[in-house]
């Protein structure tokens, strides 16, 4: 008598056996990830795609109402996407629902301000504040020309290490207070001597600071000892606003961008410091006096920077130079 065949039962028990370890093997299953190692995944997600992560499981549902990250980015949102319909009230359902007790980031970007939004934004940095934020990034829409004028709270944060903002106005009068602030970043911006010099007494361990188009500004006086770095950034849409660069304490300064020539360019003056510059702008010129005296100019630069020991010059300044 033939032998009963077992091939069908064999290959049951071993495909169900082998289930598992297809599915999952020797690697970890999402659910079961730490809560910090989470967290971690979500600090390189916009806002928007860290609440997506919701549906990966039960447990998830509500991890990413404690992240300590919050990226917001309007241009990346799409009208038929239903996380989108309106950006404040996503802004808004969002930090209703955060509950966790420290924001480290809080990015609002490609956001398209109008007047309006004034009272929204400010209880928005004030969330972010009183969260103890340490990186703030807030760049707006440059259409139309329209300023936000920075609230009188974010002059006084003791926790703020990183802070980025454009198309917004300083007020005058205000003091400032910034403790642990190290980089500063102003873009498209009113920006007077008298608050600089405000911001560089208020900002005891800055290092880094960096200006693109910003108006008001005829000379660039650092005499903090704790700023190293600064970046200058011109625009083919902006003229030189820049009389006179003053930093004896300077390590590090970089010029790039276009530059619409003008009949006073700016110097440096006291550079005594400075052990790198990076000269990788370019400057638009049409008549033919404009661009001798831009050549002058850019000679009494790199001989101003000769005793500098590191210095990267453009493509635009070598071929101003060969001329």
């Not at 961008?257 to 550079?271: A, K, P, Q, S």
Request: aromatic share 12%; proline share 5%.
């Amino acid at each position: 008598m033939a032998a009963p065949w077992t091939g069908g039962a064999a290959h049951r028990k071993s495909s169900s056996g082998d289930r598992p370890n297809r599915a999952g093997g020797n690697r970890p299953r999402l659910p079961l990830l730490p809560d910090d190692v989470i967290h971690h995944i979500f600090s390189f997600l916009p806002i928007k795609d860290a609440v997506r992560t919701s549906v990966l499981s039960k447990r998830w549902r509500s991890t990413w109402t404690t992240t300590t990250n919050l990226v917001f980015d309007g241009f990346r949102l799409r009208f038929r996407d239903p996380l989108s319909l309106y950006f404040p009230y996503l802004v808004d359902s969002v930090l209703r629902q955060c509950t966790s007790p420290t924001v480290k980031k809080f990015h609002l970007t490609n956001f398209k301000y109008r007047r309006r939004y004034a009272p929204k934004l400010n209880l928005w940095l004030q969330f972010a504040l009183g969260r103890r934020v340490e990186d703030l990034r807030l760049r707006l829409s440059d259409e139309p020309w329209i300023e936000y004028k920075l609230p009188s709270f974010l002059y006084c944060s003791s926790w703020l290490v990183r802070l980025e903002v454009n198309w917004c106005r300083f007020w005058s009068n205000e003091t400032i207070r910034w403790p642990c602030l190290k980089f500063l970043s102003i873009e498209d911006g009113a920006l007077g001597e008298d608050m600089l010099g405000r911001i560089f007494r208020g900002s005891p361990v800055l290092e880094s600071l960096k200006l693109r188009r910003c108006y008001r500004v005829r000379n660039i006086i650092i005499d903090s000892t704790s700023v190293k770095d600064l970046v200058l950034i011109g625009s083919k849409k902006s003229h030189s606003y820049v009389d006179k660069i003053w930093a004896p304490h300077l390590l590090s300064l970089t010029l790039s961008g276009l530059w619409t020539w003008c009949t006073h360019m700016f110097r440096l003056d006291h550079i005594s410091s400075l052990v790198e510059a990076k000269l990788a702008f370019s400057t638009r010129t049409s008549l033919f006096d404009d661009k001798r005296e831009c050549c002058d100019w850019l000679k009494e630069l790199i001989e101003k920077l000769c005793g500098v020991p590191t210095i990267t010059i453009g493509v635009w300044c070598l071929k101003v130079q060969a001329q």
